[in-house]
């Protein structure tokens, strides 16, 4: 049973910081491309960052200087160290794991931006 549990989510003001985690069971972590999305309210989904599992990343260009996605293939987690956040950052953040057309997902994690 693959299990993905995200964690780190919360309510900061504007140009905070947060640490997003994603704690992976029931795959062979190393051999699936982590990603993270986001979905704001009325808005679709949205790929934020993602990383393989030789370390390649790729972000969208939103985020781009201000996230940085990594991954721990020991301890089967993937991160989003998300600075300088915006309110328009604001958004249900969820984890997946995908590797060729497989994709599981997390249940999501709230993080609102507020002052």
């Known amino acids: 049973q693959v299990q993905l549990v995200e964690s780190g989510g919360g309510l900061v003001q504007p140009g905070g910081s947060l640490r997003l985690s994603c704690a992976a069971s029931?795959?062979?972590?190393?051999?699936?491309?982590m990603g993270w999305y986001r979905q704001a309210p009325g808005k679709q989904r949205e790929l934020v960052a993602r990383?393989?599992?030789?370390?390649?990343?790729d972000y969208e260009d939103s985020v781009k200087g201000r996230f940085t996605v990594s991954r721990d293939n020991a301890m089967n987690t993937a991160y989003l160290q998300m600075n300088s956040l915006k309110p328009e950052d604001t958004a249900l953040y969820y984890c997946?794991?995908?590797?060729?057309?497989?994709?599981?997902w997390g249940q999501g994690t709230q993080v609102t931006i507020s002052s």
């Open positions: 990383i393989t599992g030789g370390a390649s990343t």
């Open positions: 029931g795959i062979t972590f190393s051999s699936y491309t």
């Open positions: 997946t794991a995908q590797r060729f057309k497989t994709r599981f």
